[in-house]
């Protein structure tokens, strides 16, 4: 079936704006994961969802990153009052599940959002 | 805190060479290794470890993990160009659904 999706794929806003990214996980899997990868580094944990629930969102930044996930399938990215430092590369994954510590928790990627903030 | 470290961070070969890449970590309560390819956009999943001393195979590609020693390399005999990539190591820990990341090494194949 198909992939982890995410749109859009390139973002470009100014300073202090609101901006939403979204995020279609592979069908079936109940688990989600947001990440924040700056050029040049490996990816950074921001929030993990299990259904509809944020289980651990202890890696996002500040309160100005919010995610929600109000059906257990798309999530939501929304990043408040943006600066020059939240350019990235915003990749979301999900796994079949979270806990199982099998096969069943690999997580796959999608192709990422980049936001530029100018 | 958790943490990985890969090297080389960058490494150019040529064309039908062999290549190891290294993952070294310190993490609390380790469950598994991952790595993965990342070529332009999406991370690509290669391999997860999670018993010390199995090798993992994919054509030519393959991995071990040493979980004494905490570290895992990844292998890639007869290269070729379409493996130049930025491969990515990661370990999941038990408790956290969350992968750690290392910062990549950048493999690049010449002809």
Redesign the interface.
């Known amino acids: 079936g198909a992939g982890v999706s995410q749109t859009p794929s390139n973002k470009v806003t100014e300073k202090g704006k609101y901006v939403e990214l979204r995020c279609d996980p592979i069908s079936g899997h109940t688990a989600l994961y947001w990440y924040r990868q700056s050029l040049g580094q490996g990816p950074e944990f921001l929030i993990y969802f299990q259904g509809t629930g944020a289980a651990d969102d202890s890696g996002l930044p500040n309160d100005r990153f919010f995610a929600v996930r109000p059906e257990g399938s798309v999530s939501t990215l929304k990043i408040q009052r943006t600066e020059r430092g939240d350019s990235a590369m915003y990749l979301c994954a999900s796994s079949l599940t979270g806990t199982s510590g099998s096969d069943r928790d690999t997580q796959y990627f999608g192709p990422g959002t980049r936001l530029t903030v100018l | 805190e958790d943490k990985?470290v890969q090297s080389p961070l960058s490494l150019v070969v040529h064309e039908g060479d062999t290549v190891t890449l290294n993952c070294s970590y310190e993490v609390t309560n380790f469950?598994?290794l991952?790595w993965?390819k990342q070529e332009k956009?999406?991370?690509?999943?290669l391999f997860?470890l999670?018993s010390s001393g199995i090798e993992k195979k994919s054509g030519r590609l393959s991995s071990i993990l040493d979980k004494k020693e905490l570290f895992s390399i990844l292998n890639i005999t007869a290269t070729q160009t379409g493996d130049s990539a930025v491969y990515?190591c990661?370990v999941?820990p038990?408790g956290?659904?969350?992968?750690?990341?290392?910062?990549?090494t950048r493999l690049t194949i010449n002809p």
């Open positions: 990985v469950r598994s991952l993965y956009k999406a991370p690509t999943f997860m999670t990515l990661a999941s038990w956290a659904q969350k992968l750690v990341f290392g910062q990549g």
